[in-house]
């Protein structure tokens, strides 16, 4: 059985939490990747950014439809989304930017379990930590590509 970190790029290209938000751009742009990871200064994973997140920075937010009962504003649906666009409009930093509920792989897991989560949560690219939070590698649907073109 191949485990993650026998694929993993080690060498992972990330971003600090204070990284302002244009060079977060300019840093994917650079890489070629459609996902970065973000990390503090300990190198813990703080969260992701994919380029979806550096677009919908630079959208306009839309101000969620209300309707007047009795003098009160009731939102009609969207306020959940309302709230992520103008989280992401507002962001100034990575850590304001990332996406924090991050599904990841550990080292010992098996090259086919990330692959599940890969195409199961339809990211790009898998962040590989150990039990405290360390970003270890990263494994990206190329990677395992490559391992299954080997094989």
Known sequence: MTTAQEIMTRAATTVQAEDSVKNVGKILLQSGHHSIPVVNAEGHLVGMIGERDLIDANREVHLPTMLTILDGLIPLGGMHEYEEELRKATAVTAAQ????????????ESVDDVAEKLLRREVHALPIVDTEGTLLGIITRSDILQHLLKS
């Open 97 to 108: 930017l990332a996406t924090t509920k991050v599904v990841t792989a550990g080292p010992d």
